[in-house]
């Protein structure tokens, strides 16, 4: 699932949550839950494969995504150090893959991206049409922004 649904999603469980410590331990959850929807992601290939040299728009893609995220998060909630945690650790499963390709010999970083990826592979299916992939995300967008006001 792409950032922006996640990041939505965490602060809208950690705004209803009144326990913060089961709140952010529910926020994390919901990462790998969230991952269980049909969805279409834009490529990180370039990143994936370690094509340093054509990987810039790749991590400007994902910088966008979280800003994007942040951005609403901003207009709807205001700033919050709790609502910037929630966000934080939603997206550390992703942001642990992604270093996992940085450092495939860590082998912490292999266990959580192979069930990470395991995760994404059963719930996943491969050949949904796209406007289902993305309409899953738009889904989750509408329901964390209804649950965030
Ligand atoms: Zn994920």
Redesign the pocket.
């Known amino acids: 699932?792409l950032l922006t649904p996640h990041i939505l999603t965490g602060v809208a469980i950690i705004s209803k949550v009144q326990n913060p410590i089961l709140g952010l331990f529910l926020v994390f959850l919901s990462?790998y839950f969230l991952?269980c929807f049909p969805q279409k992601e834009y490529s990180i290939k370039n990143i994936r494969e370690k094509r340093w040299s054509k990987s810039l728009p790749d991590f400007l893609k994902v910088a966008l995504d979280i800003i994007f995220g942040l951005l609403i998060v901003f207009l709807i909630v205001g700033y919050h150090p709790i609502a910037l945690i929630a966000a934080f650790l939603v997206i550390t499963?992703?942001g642990t893959t992604l270093l996992y390709h940085l450092f495939p010999k860590n082998r912490l970083l292999e266990k959580h991206w192979k069930i990470?990826n395991a995760l994404n592979d059963i719930c996943q299916n491969k050949k949904i049409p796209v406007f289902w992939g993305v309409m899953s995300q738009i889904a989750v967008i509408i329901i964390a922004i209804f649950f965030l006001r």
Do not use: E, S, Y
């Open positions: 699932m990462h991952d499963p992703d990470h």
